[in-house]
């Protein structure tokens, strides 16, 4: 049983570790304020946000501790005393996996689901960070034994960055990297100056994995209202899957899976309920505009579904009853604990095994395992 998604948290200087010396003044370092509370810092003055030891199923904790923050009180606890050593240590974290029923697992970034937008102002500071954390990735791929696989971060804004990043991966053994399902310097994902970039990925041995994060939006920002002080939007939390059906259908319509049918994508943490609708829609629309203009917009050898269905692979949680969404499209999906996070869970198998549409691993043998190592470029 392969778990498609976890998180490692960065140490407090995880950044600034790894991170080129010239750099050293943009990395990312989490420090605390005068009260005792940790806040991911860009540099050494620019607050981000307030960091948390979240824990499975206490997500109204988060939110009394921001209370606290607003109100000017100091922390009941403390931040390093309690982060768990398998939150940041990989060794830690392939001996956890027993416990909770699993036997490998992907781990993303932790605060990295952070930033990116607000680093996307400076991309010498963007790509140094990404930098930073990529190196660090090999550490943690050494260290999970076999067992814990991490997750690079990069961006498609700088073509010779990424091409070095790639082949670094590549020599590091890290086989996934996070990439903003957005416009790139306002072309589309399926623009052909960025095929040789998609080229790269498969060369590398490196699938592109969506995955929720504070990257470039899909709507303008006058939606996102958020509390006066910040936090989450909650149209970020409605409309999570939508930014990944939108450069899903992109690279699909437009041939990019046509031209590179070893490219393999990965769409995780952004629910999977969608799927069945979407590529019905996906088949349906293009059909009918295909029909109504004389032609498609590109070539396509199968149907747009097919190609989804072919390349593309979803986690979804055991409360989606991925056992009815796999009766309804085939087996695309992969399981998830999101561990540890406060929207995650400690007993993944159990999950899935008690829901109301209960589902074994001997019934989608895609979902415990085979697609999250299909992205993984397994045997």
């Known amino acids: 049983m392969i778990d498609s998604d976890q998180h490692l948290y960065e140490t407090r200087t995880t950044w600034l570790d790894h991170i080129d010396p010239a750099r050293r003044d943009d990395a990312l370092r989490i420090v605390d304020d005068d009260l005792g509370y940790p806040w991911l810092c860009w540099g050494t003055d620019r607050k981000l946000g307030p960091v948390d030891v979240q824990h499975p199923g206490l997500t109204s904790e988060l939110g009394q501790r921001r209370e606290r923050i607003r109100a000017g009180l100091p922390p009941e606890s403390s931040y390093d005393d309690d982060l768990p050593r398998d ?5 830690a974290r392939a001996d956890r996996l027993a416990e909770m029923g699993v036997d490998e697992a992907v781990v993303f970034p ?5 930033w990116e937008r607000t680093l996307d102002e400076n991309l010498g500071a963007l790509t140094a960070n990404m930098t930073a954390w990529n190196r660090w990735c090999a550490s943690v791929e050494t260290d999970g034994r076999g067992r814990v696989h991490p997750v690079a971060h990069v961006t498609l804004r700088d ?7 790639l082949a670094d991966l590549e020599r590091g053994g890290v086989h996934l990297a996070m990439v903003a399902p957005a416009l790139v310097e306002g072309r589309p994902l399926s623009h052909p100056d960025h095929d040789p970039i998609w080229r ?23 939606w996102y209202s958020v509390p006066e002080d910040g936090g989450l939007p909650p149209l970020e939390s409605i409309f999570l899957w939508t930014a990944a059906a939108l450069a899903c259908t992109d690279l699909i319509l437009n041939g990019t899976l046509e031209r590179l049918p070893e490219l393999r994508i990965g769409i995780v943490e952004l629910s999977a309920v969608w799927v069945p609708m979407f590529l019905m829609m996906l088949d349906g629309g293009t059909e009918f505009t295909s029909r109504l203009n004389g032609r498609p917009v590109y070539p396509l050898r199968m149907k747009p579904s097919e190609y989804f269905r072919r390349q593309v692979r979803v986690s979804s949680f055991s409360y989606e009853l991925p056992g009815r969404l796999i009766r309804q499209t085939g087996d695309l999906y992969m399981c998830c604990s999101d561990y540890p996070h406060s929207e995650g869970t400690t ?23 085979a697609n999250i190592s299909m992205l993984l470029s397994h045997p």
């Open 200 to 222: 790269a990925f498969v060369e590398h041995g490196i699938t592109p994995v969506f995955h929720v994060a504070d990257q470039r939006r899909v709507f303008d920002d006058v």
């Open 110 to 114: 932790n605060f990295g689901l952070l």
């Open 347 to 369: 007993t993944p198998l159990a999950d899935y095994l008690g829901s109301a549409k209960p589902v074994r691993p001997v019934d989608a043998p895609g979902l415990f395992g």
């Open 87 to 91: 939150y940041w240590d990989a060794s």
């Open 159 to 165: 073509d010779r960055w990424l091409l070095r990043e």
